[in-house]
């Protein structure tokens, strides 16, 4: 059956890829779904699921195809599995698909929230009696992954090869992220921004990032503000993260932090994250930050959790806040009942928790 003539349809390019992947995809297609069946033809999603990860790299040598870019760029958004199998190498299977979609679609905005759920039990003490909430935003396009970089030296023999490994921070890159930061901040009740540096050793492009986010929070005078070493940032994670409300940070920075967050919530398998352009040039990108999980695929363990958060953030990037507040609430009442995958104590299937999510959005 067509939707009504009203209805806003959505439409989204699904790329499980890998491992786990396919099965957190669906679970986050099925809540979206059931979403929109009771929305009354308000909004509906388009799907199209494109078969590439590294599977499709062992039967054609390329992780997505020649023109997968021209391709996706038509869409709403992406929706993404996890990337990676022992079969290929890392680099190859994150280069030829999540950084070739994120740098080419200048999705230079990465936000990572990190979440406590009711009914799960971090390692960290803290959380059992201090309430606890913050967001990573992760510098997207440059930094420490810009690629640039090679190896040289190999033919002087054995033991002589050396490699380079060139960090990129342009002021552009810093402004852009840490005005994206700022103005995220603005909209939450705790109004500060902590900017994660290293500048005591990295004395040129961390540098450039301390003097950029020194003249950007002038503009802010609203917004309370910190400069912290990364490895102080760490312990400050586990120590006195109830200081913590946007922390923005460089490409590598951000991405071991975000995992240190999901961590003390009690699982990467709760991680939601996106991917933004948000010039909306391009289509951003929803994925759940774990790995594709090689060791539980296929077993219906995957906690799908992380991708059906994810799912909520494109729904805000679709202008449905309500409906992503709704998820949300629905990922809440799951947890406080205690419908938990294995990864955070429970024995629930991936299924489960799925089935349990939908029952609860109607609540």
Not at 155 to 176: D, I, M, S, W, Y
Not at 275 to 288: D, G, I, L, Y
Request: aromatic share 8%; charged share 20%; proline share 5%.
């Amino acid at each position: 059956m067509s939707a009504p003539a009203s209805t806003r349809t959505f439409k989204i390019a699904a790329v499980p890829a890998d491992g786990v992947g396919s099965e957190v995809v669906a679970a986050g297609r099925a809540v979206l779904d059931a979403l929109a069946e009771a929305s009354g033809g308000a909004f509906a999603f388009d799907w199209t699921e494109f078969p590439w990860g590294c599977g499709y790299y062992e039967r054609t040598g390329r992780m997505m195809d020649e023109d997968g870019l021209e391709v996706l760029k038509d869409f709403d958004s992406i929706y993404f599995g996890a990337v990676g199998w022992p079969s290929v190498p890392d680099h190859i299977s994150l280069w030829g698909l999540r950084l070739r979609i994120c740098q080419n679609f200048d999705q230079w905005a990465n936000v990572r929230p990190v979440h406590f759920h009711p009914g799960i039990t971090s390692p960290l003490r803290k959380a059992d009696h201090t309430p606890l909430d913050w967001v990573v935003v992760r510098e997207n396009s440059e930094g420490e992954y810009a690629g640039l970089g090679g190896r040289n030296l190999a033919g002087r023999g054995p033991g002589n090869e050396v490699a380079l490994q060139t960090a990129l921070f342009t002021e552009k890159g810093c402004e852009r992220i840490m005005r994206f930061a700022f103005d995220l901040a603005r909209e939450r009740d705790r109004k500060k921004v902590s900017s994660v540096t290293k500048s005591n050793a990295q004395q040129y492009g961390m540098v450039l990032w301390d003097e950029v986010f020194a003249r950007v929070a002038q503009d802010y005078p609203d917004v309370e503000t910190e400069s912290v070493l990364v490895d102080a940032m760490s312990a400050k994670f586990v120590l006195k993260p109830e200081d913590l409300s946007v922390v923005v940070a460089s490409n590598l920075n951000a991405d071991i932090l975000s995992d240190l967050g999901s961590a003390l919530a009690g699982s990467l398998g709760l991680a939601a994250s996106a991917n933004f352009n948000p010039e909306r040039r391009f289509p951003s990108m929803f994925e759940p930050v774990h790995g594709s999980a090689p060791d539980i695929a296929g077993q219906g363990l995957a906690n799908p959790i992380g991708a059906i958060g994810s799912a909520a953030l494109m729904l805000d990037h679709f202008g449905l806040s309500a409906e992503a507040d709704q998820v949300r609430r629905a990922i809440e009442a799951t947890t406080a009942a205690g419908v938990l995958t294995p990864d955070v104590g429970g024995s629930a299937k991936t299924g489960d928790v799925v089935a349990a999510i939908i029952d609860n959005l109607g609540r």
